[in-house]
């Protein structure tokens, strides 16, 4: 099949990209320097001379901070683009793929959320993620709606500068710093390769809608530095940050484990344990 992805040289982007053409599709890379997903009539243009099977949109202003301070641009980017990239698919009668986010939650459930459990986000980037949701249901194009949460990979996260949160710990570790991780956040930490592999189990997939895909089974970011360190056979100076302890300049959902119902009704769940998955990280690094 072809397959374009926007924003191909991010941490999601660049593994689906190589998991895609290691299946032989023939990928066309969209980077942002070349392909503006906000700049409509460039995009319509690109696309309607690409023609894909498959536009898959990993691209996102996602830095939960900027968000928060731009809501003009997390509203362009999170919301008009990729409602126009639906329409432009539906157009060109391409399946739609476009990346969400468990921060449409506001993590009061306590349980793993559904697909259709109520969506209520508490800051701008989750309420401009939640608006391209729902504005490329719209459209009426073939889309699927792809929740993740707590992304690593191999190549690092390009809105978040520097390291992932595996990197992080580890680098602490290695300088011989005390760590402190927060324990009252709850979240399922999805390896970048693993979305890319269950994503491309869905390019021929009929149905439309939300398709939650995260790692299987849940942790605090403490219990998942705790692991880092236990897998990695490192010595590390970690404790427990008091509830509190860091100062939160933007509200964030404390509980955001996703449920990934959606794949398992159709047998089509490929996401292993996150503690599998960090293994195979630690490996690969
Ligand atoms: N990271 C997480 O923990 C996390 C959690 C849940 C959901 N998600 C979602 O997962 C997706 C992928 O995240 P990621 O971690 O792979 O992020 P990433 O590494 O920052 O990748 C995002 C990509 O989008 C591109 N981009 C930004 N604005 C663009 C624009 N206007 N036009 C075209 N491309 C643009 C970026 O290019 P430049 O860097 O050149 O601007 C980058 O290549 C996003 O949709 C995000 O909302 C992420």
């Known amino acids: 099949m072809k397959v374009a992805v926007t924003g191909a040289n991010g941490q999601l982007g660049s593994d689906i990209c ?9 990928v066309v890379e969209l980077n942002h320097d070349e392909f503006d997903i906000i700049n409509y009539e460039f995009v319509e243009r690109i696309l309607k001379d690409i023609k894909p099977d498959v536009l898959i949109n990993p691209a996102a202003y996602h830095h939960v901070e900027k968000c928060q301070n731009d809501a003009d641009m997390a509203f362009s ?34 349980a793993p959320y559904i697909e259709s459990d109520c ?23 073939r889309h699927l709606i792809v929740r993740t949460s707590g992304l690593y990979g191999i190549n690092p996260c390009r809105a978040k500068g520097g390291k992932n949160f595996v990197e992080l710990m ?55 530095a705790a692991a880092i360190f236990e897998f ?4 590390a100076n970690l404790s427990m940050a008091n509830p509190g302890e860091f100062a939160i300049k933007v509200n964030r959902p404390s509980y955001s484990v996703l449920e990934n119902q959606f794949l398992k009704t159709r047998n089509l769940n490929t996401m292993r344990s996150w503690k599998d998955s960090l293994r195979e990280y630690l490996i690969m690094r």
């Open 232 to 235: 990695a056979k490192v010595d």
């Open 119 to 141: 969506a209520k986000p508490l800051n701008n980037y989750g309420i401009s993620k939640l608006a391209g949701e729902q504005m490329i249901a719209t459209t009426g194009c």
């Open 170 to 224: 580890l680098s602490l570790a290695e300088a011989g710093k005390p760590i402190r991780v927060v324990d009252d956040e709850k979240v399922s930490p999805t390896f970048t390769l693993d979305l890319a592999r269950q994503i491309s189990q869905l390019l021929t997939i009929k149905d439309s809608g939300v398709c939650h895909a995260t790692a299987e089974d849940f942790c605090s970011w403490y219990e998942f």
């Open 77 to 110: 980017v999170n919301a008009t683009a990729p409602f126009n990239m639906a329409k432009i698919c539906k157009e060109i009668n391409a399946l739609f793929i476009h990346i969400s986010t468990d921060y449409v939650f506001d993590g009061l459930k306590n």
């Open 18 to 26: 190589a998991v895609l053409r290691k299946e032989n599709h023939e």
